[in-house]
């Protein structure tokens, strides 16, 4: 039998200003996700839907899971075939196209991923980069949307005594 998996949060809207939804411009979209244990994430709309500029949006949040995801896959799959990775860092960025006709839906066209990638030999970067193609099978994140993921790694070799690139 298939294990299942449960993920409970809490969302809380924050943005009464007063006078609750009695306009569109009458209220704040702020809001908070918690979970038992762990710091808030302090979130709202997109500054383009009146959302603050200072706080995650949905859309943000979206892109940076199916980063984490595959970053986190990446790492496994790199340590059960002995590949030493000493630095990670991406850069994804993700594309929204809004519906014609001005109601405001809208979805994710797709989501690029750039991850740098620093191994410890240069005898790992063949298969560092070769191990990018197996994660889209094994990630949660990836494998739930309706729209392309697509990767751009690019992998180095670390150079011995000086910190990894920025």
């Known amino acids: 039998m298939a294990a299942t998996h449960t ?3 809490t969302v809380r809207w924050t943005g009464n200003t007063g006078t609750g939804t009695d306009s569109y411009r009458s209220f704040a979209r702020t809001h908070e996700v918690r979970a038992e244990g762990k710091p808030s994430i302090p979130a709202s709309a997109d500054p383009y839907f009146r959302g603050d500029s200072d706080r995650w949006n949905p859309e943000e949040l979206l892109v940076s899971a ?3 995801c595959h970053m ?3 790492l496994h799959l790199c340590a059960a075939n002995g590949v030493v990775v000493t630095d990670y860092v991406d850069r994804p960025a993700g594309s929204m196209v809004m519906d014609e006709g001005g109601r405001g839906g809208g979805q994710f066209s797709e989501v690029l991923l750039r991850p740098q990638v620093t191994v410890a030999d240069a005898s790992m970067e063949e298969k560092a980069a070769a191990l990018h193609a197996d994660v889209p ?3 949660f994140i990836a494998r739930s949307v309706n729209f ?3 990767h751009e790694p690019t992998v180095r070799t670390e150079r ?3 910190p990894p690139p920025a």
């Open 7 to 9: 993920y409970e949060l």
């Open 66 to 68: 199916l980063s984490e």
């Open 72 to 74: 986190l896959w990446f």
């Open 137 to 139: 099978a094994l990630c």
């Open 148 to 150: 392309p993921v697509r």
């Open 160 to 162: 011995r005594g000086s």
